[in-house]
């Protein structure tokens, strides 16, 4: 597969652990897709993480646009020094895995 999304990282998203999905929910399987709370969960796919030695089992949350389990966000973030404006690619591996790692796109504009 190796479809590939980019993701620009915000304050916001830093600060809430959330990886925010907004444009890209058309990227995972439509039941994977649940509502706000966890009774209404979607079927579950595996993020292998950069950085994190675990997989993470989760769904999405369609109404936050984003993937409902948030607890390793900030280590990610932490573990790459990642900063707002920066790039996390979302590789599809299969119809239920994907890999999340970050993007160094090189720009002397900035330095």
């Known amino acids: 597969m190796g479809e590939i999304r980019r993701i620009r990282l915000t304050q916001g998203a830093i600060d809430n652990s959330y990886l925010n999905l907004h444009g890209h929910l058309d990227f995972f399987p439509p ?3 649940g509502g706000s709370n966890r009774d209404e969960a979607g079927q579950s796919i595996t993020l292998h993480i ?62």
Do not use: C, M
């Open 50 to 111: 950069s950085g994190l030695a675990e997989t993470i089992q989760t769904d999405i949350d369609e109404t936050k646009r984003a993937v409902r389990a948030r607890g390793w966000v900030q280590e990610f973030v932490k573990a790459h020094k990642l900063k707002p404006g920066d790039v996390v690619a979302l590789e599809r591996l299969s119809e239920r895995e994907y890999r999340i790692f970050p993007v160094r796109e090189s720009s002397s504009a900035h330095e």
């Open 31 to 33: 039941n994977s897709l």
